[in-house]
């Protein structure tokens, strides 16, 4: 069975950093696209990032210029660096996984990791 693990979440100050990594396990085939979601209190759930297997990424405006993901094919690992972080940032950050597109919902899920920006 496909699982998806996040890990390096915390507690960081406003401008502070973090990086968010995912190992995926089980899958039988190179997945399409990997990305992250969150989900933060009193907002809608929000695509941050996605990269897909051949590289290209998309990323939020919200997160443009600060957030940046990257892909480890042969180790099935997708990663989150997060630069000059805001209280807004706060979330709960969920691993994403895609068999062949990121248009519907994706395919595999995280258990998520609680990012906490606050001073």
């Known amino acids: 069975q496909v699982q998806l693990v996040e890990s390096g979440g915390g507690l960081v100050q406003p401008g502070g950093s973090l990086r968010l990594s995912c190992a995926a396990s089980?899958?039988?085939?190179?997945?399409?696209?990997m990305g992250w979601r969150r989900q933060a209190p009193g907002k809608q759930r929000e695509v941050v990032a996605v990269?897909?297997?051949?590289?290209?990424?998309t990323y939020s405006d919200s997160v443009k210029g600060r957030f940046t993901i990257s892909r480890d094919n042969a180790s099935n690992t997708v990663y989150l660096q997060m630069n000059n972080l805001k209280p807004d940032d706060t979330a709960v950050y969920y691993c994403n996984a895609y068999v062949s597109g990121i248009r519907g919902s994706p395919n595999y899920w995280g258990q998520g990791t609680q990012v906490t920006v606050s001073s």
């Open positions: 089980g899958n039988s085939f190179r997945f399409y696209a």
């Open positions: 990269c897909t297997s051949g590289g290209t990424t």
